[in-house]
């Protein structure tokens, strides 16, 4: 009787450790952890098409949103949907109200409502450093120095001060007025069910003595607005920035900050093979950084976003289908909440030419950033856009191609993400350790995730080189890779998280 009783036990005990077990709780931890996400940067124009005028829209991302979960991103960050005289939108006219050639605010709610349901949130651009020179308060505030909204802008020798050049006029955030309209922006799109926002130009909000201090507080106190009613939403800073202590600061007002610093290592350590043996240790000295401004800091790194060239036409990555995936092993096995740029996981190429000012594009005009956002390839004339005329991507194997393709970078994304999801110390872990045997040739770090039900740790590690390597290890449980690694290649080993130290 005793020994049945034990053995009841027993079983009891090992249904319960299986119920636990780090890849069942992907649904579970994501309740507890509701900023980390796994978002896709989209600029709509780009994107899917649903009503056959060249130009993508909110309803084409509606009727997407399979492909979306497919991939198996969770969040969205929407370049600006708002009525703009440009192209881009970074010029917002209205910030109540969708570009007509993107859709309506009813569009608008059905995306949020199906993203919703199909568990993938969004994030809005907020641009706030400045409005086009079209919106009404700025076509009130040059009419006369005792304009209603005169003061809404920033005036400099009678004229708008712009950060940056072509219509586009700072806001002035020393104006309590100013912030309250943000602010009520904000509650507007919250209450419609959107995650947060993607702070635009956050290290040029105020012009002042002490730029950093005054933007970061002007963001927390717009942080703590939202949080009051809506505690789980997000808020990324662009802080367009490679000296990442500048960065830091941010994390006081900001849940996260795009690191463009990691990105950059990525390039050079990765893209150019250069000092390989500082990656690792590189990237774990910016967490450090941020770690003591903020112990909860999100970060948000990225290999490329809309005002950069695509990883695939960075030197180093041009016609290196092992690197490109590589990188993205790298994007996704990082701390934080990883961007990947609509497109990226297809290798689609694009880069502006700074060697000439705008080039001329035969049905288009002068064209400078758009070489970076060109037309998705869905390999289906229903959904593509055609707005610009794409030279770049002939040859690059659509959606369509990739998806049957079990070689592609698209399936190397997708399989990445997955892993991502079932393995929290990658999903949630907000800890990173450099591997204890790193040289010029391997890189690797361990993450870790641990709370009361909980805790796993793994070491990840990077082949960043063209020569094979094994690695003489015999410890641990592989789930991803082989210790056998080629060229490029990534391994993944779960070891004990109490180990971590050994391996550290
Ligand atoms: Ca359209
Ligand atoms: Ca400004």
Redo the contacts with the bound molecule.
């Keep these: 009787m005793k020994k049945l009783l034990h053995i009841i036990l027993s079983i009891g005990l090992i249904v319960f450790l299986s119920s636990c077990s780090p890849k069942d709780s992907y649904e579970q931890l994501k309740k507890t952890n509701p900023q980390h996400d796994i978002y896709y940067q989209i600029f709509v124009r780009s994107f899917a098409?649903?009503?056959?005028?060249?130009?993508?829209?909110l309803?084409?991302i509606t009727e997407n949103l399979d492909y979306l979960s497919d991939l198996g991103v969770t969040a969205l960050w929407l370049l600006p949907i708002h009525p703009s005289p440009s192209y881009h939108g970074y010029d917002v006219m209205d910030y109540l109200d969708i570009h007509p050639?993107?859709g309506t605010m009813d569009d608008f709610e059905r995306l949020l409502d199906a993203a919703n349901d199909e568990g993938i949130k969004i994030v809005m651009d907020l641009v706030i450093n400045h409005t086009s020179d079209q919106h009404p308060w700025y076509i009130d505030a040059q009419s006369s120095t005792s304009a209603t909204y005169h003061d809404y802008y920033v005036w400099q020798n009678g004229n708008a001060y712009e950060s940056f050049v072509g219509g586009m006029k700072d806001l002035n955030f020393e104006n309590q007025d100013v912030i309250d309209e943000v602010e009520s922006i904000m509650d507007f799109y919250l209450e419609k069910g959107v995650h947060g926002f993607r702070i635009d130009a956050a290290k040029h909000l105020i012009e002042s003595t002490n730029p950093t201090f005054d933007n970061t507080f002007l963001l927390l106190e717009l942080n703590q607005h939202i949080k009051e009613n809506y505690p789980d939403s997000f808020i990324v800073s662009e802080v367009f920035e490679y000296f990442y202590p500048m960065v830091a600061d941010y994390f006081i007002g900001s849940d996260s900050a795009f690191n463009f610093y990691a990105a950059q290592q990525i390039w050079d350590k990765v893209g150019k093979l250069n000092s390989r043996y500082l990656f690792v240790s590189n990237l774990h000295k910016v967490y450090e950084t941020y770690r003591d401004i903020n112990p909860d800091f999100i970060d948000s790194p990225f290999l490329t976003n809309h005002d950069l060239d695509r990883l695939a036409s960075t030197p180093g990555f041009m016609n290196e289908p092992e690197k490109l995936a590589l990188a993205a092993r790298i994007l996704l096995t990082l701390p934080g909440t990883p961007f990947i740029y609509y497109g990226e996981e297809l290798g689609m190429k694009g880069y502006r030419d700074y060697s000439q000012d705008g080039q001329i594009i035969p049905g288009y005009g002068i064209a400078y950033d758009e070489f970076r956002r060109t037309p998705f390839l869905w390999g289906d004339d229903s959904k593509n856009?055609t707005w610009f005329p794409d030279l770049m991507n002939l040859e690059t194997p659509t959606s369509a191609d990739q998806k049957l393709d079990e070689t592609s970078l698209f399936m190397a994304y997708k399989e990445i993400i997955a892993l991502r999801k079932d393995n929290p110390a990658l999903m949630f872990g907000n800890d990173f350790l450099p591997y204890g045997d790193n040289n010029g040739q391997i890189q690797g770090y361990i993450r870790s995730y641990q709370d009361e039900n909980v805790k796993q740790a793994v070491i990840v590690i990077h082949n960043l080189s063209s020569d094979t390597y094994t690695l003489d290890i015999d410890f641990g449980n592989v789930i991803f890779g082989s210790k056998e690694m080629e060229a490029f290649a990534t391994i993944i080993i779960e070891i004990d998280y109490e180990d971590i130290e050994v391996y550290a």
């Design positions: 098409d649903s009503n056959d005028d060249g130009i993508g829209d309803n084409g050639e993107y856009t």
